[in-house]
């Protein structure tokens, strides 16, 4: 990968701008369908791979989140001094090879391989589609680009649960399984394929219609040297590791419900897998896009008040109102209940974990974003998704074995996480008053 030319800030951004950020959100919600999937595939794979449920909460988690979380930094280094356009290409055909050949997977160590490769490949995705946004759209434009793009996590994030239980529920009624090539494969085969492919198409179109653009000569006019970057981090360590580490614990609950939501709903509520992925998806789309958007207006409804931490009380909101939500959801008697109260948990976690992205655009100088993009993501997916689906599934065949589990483990994993995660949002707020009055 040659480096990349360093240009004057771009002009008010135009087509190309705005149809590569379109595409970037498309793969990020790809991303997500790949990376979800397993979870609606909890009953096949316990029985075919002979697993329990701690093992399949590693395999959604674990496998995954440890190297997501270690490779996103030395790719995101890669993505602040060399062509992320090529970095993306990569990344996007390795994760979807990775999803495609989970349906030939023969054993369980197999699997967790390929989730592995999988996690590979979409750790070089949201630190290049960062600090592409960055260098295509000018400091005072930034926000609405970057929000949509972490909108479009969480919506894809949620969506997934619908298109999973959408090809499920297709699958089941033949179409795919009745073509010559595919008999004799199962029904989790079929979805790993059907699933894989489209990431495979829309990295083409991304190769042919995008290209990598310059890094601003006013923000990047060196490449920064490792041990700069290690100090600058270590300077500001309290304001990185609050923001962060607290945003780890919201998406902790975030991912354990990712994981175990749909099980939840079958075996407490006695629920079909397609009608859980349907109401938890569908539910996830419109509290995380209504979340992310409000938060967002309230903390600059803040900041236009003169509130510097506006960003920061606004996520501490967040974070009290979504723990406690998830709390009480899964203790409730009707599935309905539940559903209302995890509606209002996502609307909240969603918005607080948006806003710790968008303070990466305000805090962290350009040359080294993806960096402090990646670190984040690090913190948030080893934190959140190796120990939230795991530890629930822990919790759930131990302490609460026997009185239905997965509904007390999900509501004492939120209770544990609750104070911690506010406590870490409000420490970083008086070194994020400061960092955000050196750089106004």
Known sequence: MPPVEHVPAPPKPGFR???TVGLLCGLYIISYIDRIIPSLLVGPLKQDFNV??????LLFGGAFAIFYGLLGLPLARVADTRNRKHLVLAGVALWGLCTTFSGIATSYGILVSLRIGLAIGEAALSPAAYSM?????????????????????????????????????????????????????????????TVGVPGLLLCAVFFLTTREPGRHSAETSTTQPLAEVIAYFRHRWRLYLGLFLGAGGVNLIVF???AWAPELFRR????????????????GIIAAAAGTISFTMLAEFLRKRGRRDGLVL??????????????????????????????????????????????????APGEIRATAIALLFMCTTMIGLGFGPPVVAMLSEGVFSG?????????????????????LVMWSRQPYIQQVSKTA
């Open 17 to 19: 701008a705005w149809w």
């Open 52 to 57: 329990n449920d701690f093992e399949i909460g």
């Open 133 to 193: 946004i960055g260098d295509m759209f000018p400091p005072e434009r930034r926000a609405l680009p970057a929000g949509i793009y972490a909108a479009a996590g969480s919506m894809g994030g949620y969506g997934s649960y619908i298109v999973g239980a959408a090809v499920i529920t297709a699958l089941s009624s033949g179409g795919l399984a009745d073509l010559p090539l595919l008999a004799g494969f199962k029904l989790w085969q079929l979805v790993f394929f």
């Open 256 to 258: 354990a419900y990712g």
């Open 268 to 283: 407490t509520y006695g629920w079909t897998i397609s009608q859980a992925g349907f109401a938890f998806g569908a539910t």
């Open 314 to 363: 606004a996520a501490l909101l967040a974070s009290l109102t979504g723990c406690t939500a998830a709390i009480a959801a899964p203790l409730a008697p009707e599935a309905s209940q539940a559903l209302v109260g995890i509606a209002i948990m996502i609307f909240a976690l969603s918005g607080c974990s948006n806003l710790a992205v968008v303070s990466v655009q305000f805090i």
């Open 403 to 423: 009185t239905g589990g997965l509904a007390p483990a999900l509501s004492l994993l939120a209770g544990m996480t609750l104070p911690l995660s506010a406590s």
